[in-house]
């Protein structure tokens, strides 16, 4: 999949180092989870990244530069579940808004309903929410929960 800037792609072992870097960043972890350790990355690449079908995608850009990553997957019955994580310097660049367009657009062909999760206190990413219409459903597990409505 591709965007006007960005590349969705599946991740590869080679991308270990990448992510790493990514989720073990304090800042870029603060509404996730305690950043994690190169054991762990390992982990999850192999448990989310490397799986059939994959839970998250690579995001990079057209000089092949690792962005980040999306969360695209199915979630419940009938429903997808979408997010994006990206490194600090990518952060205020419009990539979020960019990758949201296109996992909705993509998801038109695969589902009815795309839920988006976040820590309460992460407001640019409720921003990109409500600016594509979807609504707020309430918390669960600590997340704020937002559903959009595709057809």
Known sequence: MKTDRLVIRKFKKSDVDNLYQLLSDEDIMRYMEPPYSRERVISFLDAVGLCDPPL????????????GY?????????????GWVLQKEHWHKGYAK?????????AKQKTKFLILECHPQ?????KIALE???LYMGQEDGCDIYRLQLH
């Open 56 to 67: 998250i995608l690579a995001v990079e850009d057209f000089q092949n530069n690792f962005v």
């Open 132 to 134: 594509n219409h979807f």
């Open 70 to 82: 999306v969360i695209y997957h199915p979630y419940e019955k009938d429903s997808y579940e979408i």
């Open 98 to 106: 960019e990758l949201t367009k296109a996992l909705i657009e993509d």
């Open 122 to 126: 992460q407001t640019a990413t409720k």
